[in-house]
């Protein structure tokens, strides 16, 4: 299973755009690259899946260079509600056997 | 369409007793994944279930730990003789298929 690390914390204010970058040097050629969000005391929540180049949806867009070796969420305009922890995972298609959460980044959104 | 539902949201057991845990899947969906959650970490699989099959246990502890999901009613996590150490959230999550899986809230086990 493919390792990933990324940032502890991320500190941002309102309205700017969050960039988080993941590292997964050992990612496989038929991982994907998925994101989740957690509230406190919630699940965590599907935010995007890509495996190459450029994925946008409704919520984010994620960045995924030519090696694959690590991704960029990127979250446009943060709001206070954006407040959460982030993790990036690494797995084959999206299988939950095979998704291993890292402890994540806790982005604070400030006002 | 109600999400993944887990009873209790709360659950506080002294040293020693059993911790059952409840996961009522998606309606429709009939594979159940259960992960426990420390403190001030990142989910960790334990079990992957389908109707009356165990499928992965591969992250469940070998002791005290069991799972299953019987033809009616919600997927169950038990654990027996609960110690200070299995204080966690634990979460479920459930998918029509193995894949784009929905998780629950989960519930708070405190082994006081």
């Known amino acids: 299973l493919a390792k990933t690390t990324q940032p502890i914390s991320m500190d941002s204010y309102e309205g700017q755009e969050v960039n988080i970058t993941c590292s997964h040097n050992n990612i496989a050629t038929n991982d994907y690259i998925t994101w989740y969000q957690q509230f406190p005391s919630q699940g965590p929540r599907f935010i995007i899946q890509g495996y190459k180049t450029k994925v946008t949806n409704e919520v984010a867009s994620l960045f995924i260079p030519a090696d694959r070796k690590s991704s960029t969420l990127s979250l446009p305009r943060v709001s206070l509600s954006d407040t959460a922890v982030y993790y990036c995972l690494v797995g084959n298609s999206g299988s939950a056997r095979q998704l291993t959460f890292g402890s994540g980044t806790q982005l604070t959104v400030l006002p | 369409n109600a999400g993944v539902m887990q009873n209790p949201r709360h659950l506080v057991r002294r040293r020693g007793q059993e911790a059952r845990l409840r996961c009522s899947p998606m309606?429709?969906?009939?594979?159940v994944y259960w992960y426990r959650q420390l403190p001030e970490e990142g989910l960790k699989f334990m079990v992957y279930l389908q109707k009356e099959n165990i499928i992965d246990e591969s992250g469940m502890p070998k002791e005290r730990f069991s799972a299953e999901f019987p033809k009616e009613g919600p997927s169950i996590l038990r654990i027996q003789q609960v110690v200070r150490g299995d204080s966690a959230a634990y979460f479920c999550a459930s998918s029509p298929q193995e894949d784009g899986y929905t998780f629950g809230s989960g519930t708070r086990l405190t082994v006081v």
């Open positions: 309606k429709g969906h009939s594979h």
